[in-house]
């Protein structure tokens, strides 16, 4: 069985919750970078497992935060990338 990598991320209210890193995922122009990661939790029908997505900026101080997706037409752009892995 393949060894989980596991990162920590920050939580808005501070917390530190650890992860299983999924994957990256990059722009085909190389100005995103989004974050594809697990907490672990399963979906309601008990087999899948719930991933997260992320957008990846780098605050002023070169720090990297994680920032919600919002976007439909950013939304259309990470699935793209999501079905490139899924299909290679």
Known sequence: M???????????????????L?????????TKTYLVYSKGEKTDVGTDEVIYISGIV???GEALKLY??????EWAEVLKYLKKIANA
């Open 68 to 73: 919600e997706i919002v976007d439909d037409s």
């Open 22 to 30: 999924v994957t990256y995922l990059v722009s085909d122009d190389h």
């Open 58 to 60: 780098k605050d002023e």
């Open 2 to 20: 393949d060894e989980k990598e596991m990162i920590t991320i920050q939580n808005t209210d501070g917390s530190l919750s650890e992860v299983e």
